[in-house]
């Protein structure tokens, strides 16, 4: 089958792998039927070393189920299923308290085992990690696959933020994850909903999706530009969707005292900067890998019901020969989030 691997820096190619098969008794193999590519894919894609190994890309999708192993209950052979970014056994005390993505006995796709920008793909713990479907409708294919992240990370840095009703939130990043930020903010209720971003195209979504109010300005500029829409207090939450030093410096400045900051960027920086002011003005600063798996029966229901259309963020479709390109147009910022049809 084919596959996508990341070998260095700007250097992806799609290439004939070995076929899945079931290695452990709970596994299941999925035939992909839609996979896409994530900004945090990018983070290697723009610095990792050249001969430090082959890595099978990707985290995301939804496909069908053609076997499983012999201790798999829940998950049957033909079933549609969203597959969370991490994988997870269900059943561990921290997938009872909803935290999937600390699973003793879990990890992450594209690192802990293959990627899914594939033909097919072996799942671990299957019945822990699939959320079967009712049906593959295909006018719904990219919200549902927007499930399996990018709508349960904005979710999350949502939760984080403690954002609710008539409360003031910002997104920084207007990148899929903040985008989805926007929704799930406008979900929870917030009053004014700020998006942090330079792209047009990208502004005009977030404004379709719940955006009351868009800042293009960056670093100080921008921080006051927040602070003029918020009678100078700053917002009550802020969900940080980029995970520089930068975009958290601004989360610190524009969030008002006593308030929240959801993280969910990876960061890529060693220390939280300004932890004296943070201290002093009450700020707490929550987040981390979203386990998306427990948002998945929470969120669903809007899509199917049409409330929310977090599908939206894609905006071009490859086919995995396709995907090095697709990796390119979103590293040029040409492309939101590119969706994979195998």
């Given at each position: 089958m084919l596959a996508t691997i990341m070998y260095g820096a700007g250097d992806v190619r799609v290439e004939k792998v070995p076929d899945p098969t079931l290695r452990e008794r709970t596994d299941a193999?999925?035939?992909?039927?839609?996979?896409?590519?994530?900004?945090?894919?990018?983070?290697?894609?723009?610095d990792k070393p050249a001969g430090s190994g082959a890595a099978r890309m990707g985290h995301e999708a939804i496909g069908i189920v053609e076997a499983v192993g012999s201790e798999v209950r829940r998950i049957k052979v033909g079933d549609f299923v969203i597959m969370p970014f991490?994988?997870?056994?269900?059943?561990?005390?921290?997938?009872?308290?909803?935290?999937?993505?600390?699973?003793?006995?879990?990890?992450?796709?594209?690192?802990?085992?293959?990627?899914?920008?594939?033909?097919?793909?072996?799942?671990?713990?299957?019945?822990?990690?699939?959320?079967?479907?009712?049906?593959?409708?295909?006018?719904?294919?990219?919200?549902?696959?927007?499930?399996?992240?990018?709508?349960?990370?904005?979710?999350?840095?949502?939760?984080?933020?403690?954002?609710?009703?008539?409360?003031?939130?910002?997104?920084?990043?207007?990148?899929?994850?903040?985008?989805?930020?926007?929704i799930a903010a406008k979900r929870l209720g917030a009053e004014q909903i700020i998006m942090l971003g330079r792209h047009p195209d990208r502004l005009a979504l977030a404004r379709r999706f719940g955006a009351t109010?868009?800042?293009?300005?960056?670093?100080?500029a921008g921080v006051e530009r927040v602070r003029e829409l918020t009678g100078g207090f700053g917002t009550h939450a802020v969900l940080e969707c980029v995970g520089s030093e930068q975009s958290m410096a601004t989360a610190l400045d524009i969030v008002r005292p006593g308030g929240a900051i959801g993280r969910v960027g990876v960061p890529h920086y060693d220390t939280i900067p300004g932890a004296q002011p943070m201290f002093y003005r009450n700020i707490s600063v929550g987040g981390g890998p979203a386990p998306v798996r427990a948002y998945?029966?929470?969120?669903?229901?809007?899509?199917?019901?049409?409330?929310?259309?977090?599908?939206?963020?894609?905006?071009?479709?490859?086919?995995?020969q396709g995907v090095p390109d697709g990796y390119r147009a979103m590293d040029a910022r040409e492309s939101i989030k590119v969706m994979v049809k195998p």
């Open positions: 193999l999925v035939r992909v039927a839609r996979a896409c590519i994530c900004g945090s894919d990018l983070w290697p894609y723009r991490a994988f997870s056994d269900g059943t561990c005390d921290f997938c009872h308290d909803g935290l999937q993505t600390s699973c003793v006995h879990g990890g992450f796709f594209g690192m802990h085992t293959e990627g899914a920008q594939a033909e097919a793909l072996r799942i671990p713990q299957a019945d822990g990690t699939l959320y079967p479907l009712p049906a593959g409708d295909d006018s719904l294919l990219a919200s549902l696959l927007s499930l399996s992240d990018v709508m349960g990370t904005g979710h999350h840095a949502a939760l984080g933020a403690r954002v609710g009703p008539g409360k003031r939130a910002a997104v920084i990043g207007d990148g899929a994850v903040g985008l989805c930020g926007v109010d868009c800042v293009p300005e960056r670093g100080q998945i029966a929470e969120l669903l229901s809007d899509v199917l019901e049409g409330r929310i259309e977090p599908g939206l963020v894609f905006d071009r479709v490859v086919d995995l």
